[in-house]
C-alpha cells in the first residue's frame, strides 16, 4: 500500500471523526442548572435577541457544537470567574460562561480562517504565524470586549443612580412600599438604561422567593460600586432597625453626588500632571521637525 494511500485513509478517518464529534454537539443538554431568576432572565434576554437578530440565532447553534465540549472541561474556577463577569456586564448576549467559552474558540478560529484567506490571496503563502497570532488576538478580543461592557455598564449605572433614588423617594415618601414604588419606576421605565435592568433582575428575584435583603446583597455581589454597596448597606441597616426609607434614599443620593463632584475635582485636579508625559514628546517632536535638519547639516560639517 502507498504512501499517498495511507495519508487519504488517515485525512478521511481524521473527517469522520471530527463530523462524528461536530455532531455530537447537536444534540447538548438544554437543561440549565443555574438559579431560577437568572434562568428566567437568561431566557428571556435570548429569546429578545433572537426575535431581533437572525446572525444571533446562526451563532446560538454553531455555539452549541463547542458549548457541549467546554461543559467537559475540569474549570470550575475559571467558569465561576466568567460568570461574575458576565453577570456584571448585563448578562452579555444571555450567554452562559460555557457559551462564553465556546464563543472564544468560535472568534479564534475565525480569525485564523480571515488571516489564512488573505494571506494566502495577497501574498500566495497561508504564513501560519501570522495567522497563529491573528487566532490569538481574536481568542482574547471577547475578553476584551467583556471587560469594556463592564466598565460602560458600571459608569451607566453610577450616573443613573441618584436620579432613580430621588424617584423612589418621592414614592416612598408618598405612601407605596420600597418593591412597589421600584416596579412602578420600572414599568414606567423606556430607556432600557442598565440600571433599570437590575432593578427589574431584583424584583424577579423577590418575585420568585428571594427576600428583599437577599436580592439586594446579590445587586451588591453583580454590580463592583462603592455607591451601590452604600445604598444597600444602608437599606438593610434601615430594614433591620425600622428607619424611615425615605430619609435613608434621599441621604444617599445626596451624597453619591457629593463623592461624584469630589471624584471629578480629583481627576481635574490629576489630569495637569498626567498631561506631561505627552506634552514632553510633542514638545520634543516640534523641536526635531524645526531644527533636525539643521543639526543634521552641523553634524555632516555643512551647516557653513
Not at 82 to 92: I, S
Not at 186 to 208: A, C, F, G, I
Request: glycine fraction near 8%; aromatic fraction near 10%.
Amino acid at each position: 500500500m502507498s504512501s499517498s494511500t495511507l495519508i487519504s485513509i488517515f485525512a478521511g478517518l481524521l473527517a469522520v471523526s471530527a463530523v462524528f464529534l461536530f455532531g455530537i454537539g447537536f444534540f447538548p443538554d438544554e437543561t440549565y442548572r443555574g438559579a431560577a431568576p437568572e434562568r428566567g432572565y437568561l431566557s428571556n434576554k435570548r429569546y429578545q435577541l433572537e426575535r431581533s437578530s437572525p446572525i444571533y440565532r446562526i451563532l446560538i447553534q454553531v455555539l452549541k457544537v463547542f458549548t457541549f465540549w467546554a461543559e467537559m472541561l475540569p474549570i470550575t474556577n475559571l467558569r465561576a470567574g466568567l460568570k461574575d463577569r458576565l453577570a456584571r456586564a448585563g448578562h452579555l448576549g444571555g450567554f452562559t460562561p460555557d457559551e462564553y467559552l465556546a464563543f472564544l474558540c468560535v472568534s479564534a478560529m475565525s480569525f485564523f480562517a480571515l488571516a489564512f484567506f488573505f494571506n494566502t490571496s495577497v501574498t500566495g503563502a497561508p504564513r501560519l504565524p501570522l495567522c497563529f497570532v491573528a487566532a490569538m488576538f481574536g481568542g482574547y478580543f471577547p475578553v476584551m470586549y467583556l471587560d469594556e461592557q463592564v466598565m460602560t455598564r458600571l459608569t451607566s449605572i453610577n450616573k443613573d443612580l441618584p436620579y432613580m433614588l430621588d424617584v423612589l423617594a418621592l414614592s416612598v415618601g408618598a405612601g407605596l412600599d420600597f418593591n412597589s414604588s421600584l416596579e412602578r419606576i420600572v414599568n414606567k421605565d423606556s430607556t432600557s438604561s442598565p440600571l433599570v435592568e437590575e432593578m427589574r433582575y431584583v424584583l424577579q428575584e423577590v418575585k420568585m422567593g428571594t427576600t428583599r435583603r437577599d436580592a439586594l446583597i446579590n445587586l451588591k455581589d453583580r454590580i463592583p460600586s462603592d455607591y451601590v454597596s452604600g445604598l444597600v448597606s444602608s437599606v438593610v441597616q434601615a430594614e433591620q432597625m425600622g428607619t424611615p426609607l425615605t430619609n435613608i434614599l434621599r441621604i444617599q443620593a445626596g451624597a453619591i453626588r457629593l463623592k461624584r463632584s469630589q471624584r471629578a475635582e480629583k481627576l481635574a485636579g490629576e489630569a495637569p500632571v498626567k498631561m506631561i508625559v505627552p506634552l514632553l514628546f510633542i514638545v520634543g517632536a516640534v523641536l526635531l521637525t524645526l531644527f533636525g535638519s539643521i543639526l543634521i547639516r552641523s553634524i555632516r560639517g555643512e551647516l557653513f
